[in-house]
């Protein structure tokens, strides 16, 4: 094992278990060819700083991860269903003041963004966990880039959230990634054919926005988000939910929610706070209902 991959590791770390580590390596690397082995040292560097970040699974930040991963990506998948959504009424208003012309191409880099975007925030619960993060990931980098382009107004001018806005979904899209492989959500689907069932799914659905309201009118009526963030729930599935066992987690659960609707402007700073107390409540619930369960466990 090459010793650079080993040092990632945290010293106490790598005293304890660094043999079985690099014999591990060895015997999965045994005969591999090239693509096996970058992929070994990926699971190796990944390892490392999962324990160095105190996000492996045995931590209570990888707990953390867990619990906000599948909503990380239902959150990525609304948002992005949403704005290519809305994209189709952008597009319809640009042409009727002539403006498709110049802005088309960058329109068409914007969708292509969202649309890889909501792909893969629907392929990575479904069953292909990384490669979906990845694409996720892409998508994002690529939809908020196409925003620095001078031939759109500069969301900083309407709420001076211009960096929040740009980088809000990258992060939440990148944050599955910090989850532990052996806490990642469950499987939604069991082979290819179920992977493409939903990510086909969830382009119809934004098909059916789209033709719903073809113009894009009211950008904040509530079903023009809300379609989107209760599909994607449905798609993290009642586990997601489950797995919620503290108010700690439950913060991690909503915060992609909370910061990319309001960076994405479609709450306002008023109804933000309001959000913010809702979950505050909810957490003081959840902290009730535990406490009580650990009482009835230890009077039984």
């Known amino acids: 094992?090459?010793?650079?991959?080993?040092?990632?590791?945290?010293?106490?770390?790598?005293?304890?278990?660094?043999?079985?580590?690099?014999?591990?390596?060895?015997?999965?690397?045994?005969?591999?060819?090239?693509?096996?082995?970058?992929?070994?040292?990926?699971?190796?560097?990944?390892?490392?700083?999962?324990?160095?970040?105190?996000?492996g699974s045995a931590h209570a930040g990888g707990g953390l991860m867990a619990?906000?991963?599948?909503?990380?990506?239902?959150?990525?998948?609304?948002?992005?269903?949403?704005?290519?959504?809305?994209?189709?009424?952008?597009?319809?208003?640009?042409?009727?003041?002539?403006?498709?012309?110049d802005a088309a191409p960058l329109l068409t880099l914007m969708n292509a963004g969202y649309l890889?975007?909501?792909?893969?925030a629907v392929v990575a619960p479904a069953g292909r966990y990384v490669p979906g993060v990845l694409a996720a990931t892409a998508g994002a980098v690529v939809s908020s880039v196409s925003f620095l382009h001078?031939?759109?107004?500069?969301?900083?001018?309407?709420?001076?959230?211009?960096v929040g806005f740009l980088l809000a979904p990258v992060v939440f899209a990148a944050l599955p990634l910090a989850c532990p492989p052996d806490?990642?959500?469950?499987?939604?689907?069991?082979?290819?054919?179920?992977?493409?069932?939903?990510?086909?799914?969830?382009?119809?659905?934004?098909?059916?926005l789209v033709v719903i309201d073809p113009l894009g009118i009211g950008l904040r009526v509530p079903w023009r988000f809300g379609v989107p963030i209760v599909a994607a729930l449905v798609?993290?599935?009642?586990?997601?939910f489950a797995a919620i066992r503290t108010t700690g987690q439950l913060a991690a659960a909503a915060t992609p929610f909370i910061t990319i609707l309001y960076f994405s402007g479609w709450v306002r700073t008023d109804e933000l706070l309001t959000?913010?107390?809702a979950l505050a409540v909810t957490a003081v619930v959840l902290r009730l209902r535990r406490t009580g369960d650990v009482d009835r466990i230890n009077t039984a």
């Open 150 to 162: 001078p031939v759109w107004p500069s969301p900083a001018e309407v709420s001076g959230q211009f």
């Open 67 to 101: 619990a906000a991963a599948p909503f990380a990506l239902a959150a990525t998948a609304a948002y992005a269903a949403f704005n290519l959504n809305a994209s189709a009424g952008d597009w319809y208003v640009m042409r009727g003041v002539g403006a498709v012309a």
């Open 116 to 120: 890889l975007t909501l792909l893969g």
């Open 1 to 55: 094992m090459n010793p650079v991959l080993l040092r990632l590791y945290p010293a106490g770390f790598r005293r304890a278990f660094g043999d079985e580590i690099a014999e591990s390596y060895r015997e999965a690397t045994a005969g591999a060819g090239p693509r096996d082995r970058l992929r070994e040292a990926a699971d190796v560097v990944a390892h490392a700083l999962r324990l160095r970040l105190w996000i």
């Open 183 to 208: 806490l990642r959500p469950a499987r939604r689907a069991r082979g290819a054919a179920g992977v493409v069932a939903l990510a086909v799914w969830a382009v119809l659905l934004v098909a059916a």
């Open 275 to 277: 959000l913010i107390g």
């Open 235 to 240: 798609l993290a599935g009642r586990r997601a």
